[in-house]
Antibody, heavy 119, light 111 residues
Framework: DVQLVESGGGLVQPGGSLRLSCVAS????????MSWVRQAPGKGLEWVSI???????YYADSVKGRFIISRDNSKTLLNLQMNSLRPEDTAVYYC?????????????WGQGTLVTVSS | QSALTQPASVSGSPEQSITISCTGT?????????VSWYQQHPGKAPKLMIY???KRPSGVSNRFFGSKSGNTASLMISGLQAEDEADYYC???????????FGGGTKLTVL
C-alpha cells in the first residue's frame, strides 16, 4: 500500500521560512511525478508545485521564486522549501502523487500539514 | 478565481441521484479527456473518485459516474447515501499550462 506522510508545518511569521517534508512508502518519489497541493482555510484546492521523474519542476505563479520542491537522494523523501512566506500562504499542504505520465490526476494523498503565516 | 467552474452547492435526498457540473473551455475540458474528480470530507485529504472522465479507481463505488459533453464535465452520484456528503472537486488537463487546473469545489448536502 502507498502511504504519504507530511511533516514540518507550523506557525511562522510573515517573511519567514519553513521546510515541509513528505515521507513516502510503497512508491519511489524519484521515479514518480510528485506534487504539493494546498488548501487555504475554507477554500478550494490549489496545486503549488510538481516535480517530474526527470527532475523538471513546475510552480504555481503564486509561489514562483519563493518555494522550491526537491527530492533527497533516498527514494522516499519529498521536500518543499517555503521562503518569504505571506499570510496568504496559510493553508493545509498536501503531498500527492501526480499521475502525469500519459494522464493527469492525483491518485495518492497524504493527510496534510498545516502552515500558518501570522505575526 | 478557479479555472474550472463548479456550482457552490448541490443537495439531494437519500436514494436520489444528483449531478455536479464542471465547466471549462476549449483549452481544457472540451479538447482533452483528462477530467478527474475528488471527494473530500471535512478535515480529511481528498480522494480520487474518477479519472480520465469516467474511469473509477479500484474500490470506488459504481454509484459514481463521470461524463463529459463539450466543455462541461459531470459527476453523477446515484442512490445518494449520507456518507456521500462532502466537497467535490474537478480537475482537467489544461493546454495553456501543460498541467492541471482545479475547479472551485461543490459542497454536496444529503438532506
Amino acid at each position: 500500500d502507498v502511504q504519504l506522510v507530511e511533516s514540518g508545518g507550523g506557525l511562522v511569521q510573515p517573511g519567514g521560512s519553513l521546510r515541509l517534508s513528505c515521507v513516502a512508502s510503497g512508491l519511489s518519489v524519484r521515479s514518480n511525478y510528485m506534487s504539493w497541493v494546498r488548501q487555504a482555510p475554507g477554500k478550494g484546492l490549489e496545486w503549488v508545485s510538481i516535480i517530474y521523474g526527470d527532475g523538471t519542476t513546475y510552480y504555481a505563479d503564486s509561489v514562483k521564486g519563493r518555494f522550491i520542491i526537491s527530492r533527497d537522494n533516498s527514494k522516499t523523501l519529498l521536500n518543499l522549501q517555503m521562503n518569504s512566506l505571506r499570510p496568504e500562504d496559510t493553508a493545509v499542504y498536501y503531498c500527492a502523487r501526480y499521475y502525469g505520465a500519459g494522464s493527469y490526476f492525483f491518485d495518492y494523498w497524504g493527510q496534510g500539514t498545516l502552515v500558518t503565516v501570522s505575526s | 478565481q478557479s479555472a474550472l467552474t463548479q456550482p457552490a452547492s448541490v443537495s439531494g435526498s437519500p436514494e436520489q441521484s444528483i449531478t455536479i457540473s464542471c465547466t471549462g473551455t476549449t483549452s481544457d475540458i472540451a479538447n482533452y479527456n483528462y477530467v478527474s474528480w475528488y471527494q473530500q470530507h471535512p478535515g480529511k485529504a481528498p480522494k480520487l473518485m474518477i479519472y480520465e472522465v469516467y474511469k473509477r479507481p479500484s474500490g470506488v463505488s459504481n454509484r459514481f459516474f463521470g461524463s463529459k459533453s463539450g466543455n462541461t464535465a459531470s459527476l453523477m452520484i446515484s442512490g445518494l447515501q449520507a456518507e456521500d456528503e462532502a466537497d467535490y472537486y474537478c480537475t482537467s488537463y489544461a493546454s495553456t499550462t501543460g498541467l492541471v487546473v482545479f475547479g472551485g469545489g461543490t459542497k454536496l448536502t444529503v438532506l
